[in-house]
């Protein structure tokens, strides 16, 4: 399947990014370097080219999460650091894929399993089972925006 080849790779680049940890220092990744290196706000501010404040201001914005990654990536430059900034999926993107047309599929062949049953004509499980594995593979097979709608 070449269409699922960036699927795959991006699930290979973002694999490590899983397992680092998700916390980030209470006052945020800003004072926290800063402050391991021993420099003031006076001097970040300096090597930043901006006021102390702005430097205070960006450090509080970090922490609560509101700064822009332009001014997160400038100050980081100015300590030394490398902005790294992805969207870390909680699962591979493979299995999420999987397990939603799978959860469609239950879906659609549950809604025809119980109009049959209402008709007396019920099929057993391991026929329904097939069912389910037949509409999952066309659903992967299909453009996978209908998986989402």
Partial sequence: MLRSLPLRQLDETLGPWRSLPRSRPTGGWLRAVRNALGMTTRQLAQSVGVSQAAVVN??????????????????AAALGCELSYALVPLRPLQQVVE?????????????????????????SNEYLEREIAELRAKLLEGKRSRLWR
Avoid: P
């Fill in 58 to 75: 960006a450090e509080r914005t970090e922490a609560r999460g509101d700064i822009t990654l332009a001014t997160l990536r400038r100050y």
């Fill in 99 to 123: 397990e939603r047309a799978d959860h469609i599929a239950r879906d659609q062949v549950s809604r025809v399993r119980h109009s049959m049953a209402l008709e007396n004509q019920s099929t």
